[in-house]
């Protein structure tokens, strides 16, 4: 049988063998490919690589986040996930308020100086500490704007008014399941000069047949190695709970790429990813005494029978 992983797999085959090199925003340098699609069948188990580590309840307590509405990065610490750090930091330290040590392209000199790196990790530890702690410090510094979480539940309209794109496409879903409008859309032109990272992920498509729920996504940008792996697991784990509180089953996840690139100081890491051997796909449970989708917590979801190789770590570049 096919692990149910192998379409990630062959994506990294594709970059490597057929990618261009191209710069980027961060200046590391990437081999990237545009427009890209996997399609993972949710019926054979849930889709987290088996190939390297990858922690589930960073994507649980992340896709929450999204679901609940939340833009500040207090609640993410408060659950002990770092995913967006960098960028909520990046707006302390370019603020007039920070009186630290020079951050200056902290993300490079982070990675080539050793001693540079224990000052950036320790300013980044005040900087989280006093978000969990300080609310009103968090309320300034934490927010990253319109992001996914304000998108997918509160979208501004000409109007003044907002747009709850979640409870709409949950009501559709049930109403009108042959609907070609079921569709939640992040990319908002008008803010994207104000976000701290403009969506990558912009938009995703619902679909109903033989009882069957399945989403497609389209990923403007794709950081392969460390990124595209989380979302697939959050959409996967998105379409389970959407499935559940519609009463159908799981279709397929389809992803779909605009630019899938490799960073340049991630090529060792996918290389030996590649030499390990799926394992067998985990299985998703959710607490069946939850019927809405915006009232799971953290217990609520859990995988069954995850074994994976250990973690390959890598920089993100910011």
Request: charge should be negative.
């Amino acid at each position: 049988m096919t692990a149910l992983e192998e379409p990630y797999l062959q994506l990294i085959r594709d970059i490597l063998e057929k990618g261009h090199q191209k710069g980027d925003r961060t200046k590391t340098g990437t081999t990237s490919l545009f427009g890209y699609q996997m399609r993972f069948d949710l019926s054979q188990g849930f889709p987290l690589l088996t190939t390297k580590k990858v922690p589930f309840g960073l994507i649980k307590s992340e896709l929450l986040w999204f679901l609940k509405g939340d833009t500040n990065i207090q609640y993410l610490l408060q659950h002990n996930n770092h995913i967006w750090d960098e960028w909520a930091f990046k707006n302390w330290i370019e603020s007039d308020e920070y009186t630290g040590p020079d951050m200056t392209d902290f993300g490079l000199r982070a990675q080539k100086d050793p001693a540079f790196k224990e000052v950036y990790q320790a300013q980044k530890k005040q900087f989280c500490d006093r978000i969990v702690n300080d609310d009103e410090f968090a309320a300034k510094y934490g927010n990253l704007g319109d992001v996914y979480g304000a998108q997918w539940r509160h979208w501004k309209t000409r109007t003044g008014e907002t747009i709850d794109q979640i409870k709409e496409v949950i009501e559709t879903i049930k109403t009108d399941p042959n609907s070609r409008r079921m569709i939640v859309s992040a990319w908002n032109p008008e803010d994207v000069p104000f976000s701290a990272l403009p969506p990558c992920h912009t938009l995703f498509q619902f679909y109903v047949n033989d009882n069957k729920l399945s989403c497609q996504l389209y990923q403007r940008s794709g950081d392969v190695f460390l990124g595209v792996p989380f979302n697939i697991a959050s959409y996967a784990l998105l379409t389970h709970l959407i499935a559940h509180e519609t009463g159908l089953e799981v279709g397929e996840f389809i992803h779909t790429l605009g630019d899938a690139h490799i960073y340049s100081n991630h090529l060792e890491q996918v290389k030996e990813q590649l030499t390990r051997t799926p394992k067998a796909a985990p299985k998703l449970w959710l607490n069946p005494a939850k019927k809405d989708v915006l009232s799971f917590e953290m217990d609520d979801i859990k995988l069954e029978g995850y074994e994976s190789f250990g973690p390959i770590k890598a920089p993100v570049a910011v």
